[in-house]
């Protein structure tokens, strides 16, 4: 069984920083990549920032410069939100991309936590 737990979110003013920490666990785990998707209301959900196992990182292009990703530990993983603007609010899912013996990857999903940015 895997569980995959997220802390942080809140509320900020348009200008402010949140951090964001998940903590995939279970037995077995082989990570391929852990990252940070969002969800707007009425939108689809999308790709925020992803580091996988080797390092390499991804972003969108519209949190670039802004948000940076790092790993703590090899299952953990924290999004450090700066310069936060209002279209930043969402919530946030923290993902954990599971491969196996086979090749395939397993996506695990937390259960989000709510970013909202205003004044």
């Known amino acids: 069984q895997v569980q995959v737990v997220e802390s942080g979110g809140g509320l900020v003013q348009p200008g402010g920083s949140l951090r964001l920490s998940c903590a995939a666990s279970?037995?077995?785990?082989?990570?391929?990549?852990m990252g940070w998707y969002r969800q707007a209301p009425g939108k689809q959900r999308e790709l925020v920032a992803r580091?996988?196992?080797?390092?390499?990182t991804n972003y969108a292009d519209s949190v670039k410069g802004r948000f940076t990703i790092s790993r703590d530990t090899k299952n953990m993983v924290s999004l450090q939100m700066n310069s936060l603007r209002p279209e930043d609010t969402a919530v946030y899912y923290c993902?954990?991309?599971?491969?196996?013996?086979?090749?395939?990857?397993?996506?695990?999903w937390g259960q989000g936590t709510q970013v909202t940015v205003s004044s």
């Open positions: 993902n954990a991309a599971l491969s196996t013996d086979s090749g395939a990857i397993s996506n695990y």
């Open positions: 279970g037995s077995m785990l082989n990570i391929y990549a």
């Open positions: 580091m996988l196992s080797g390092g390499s």
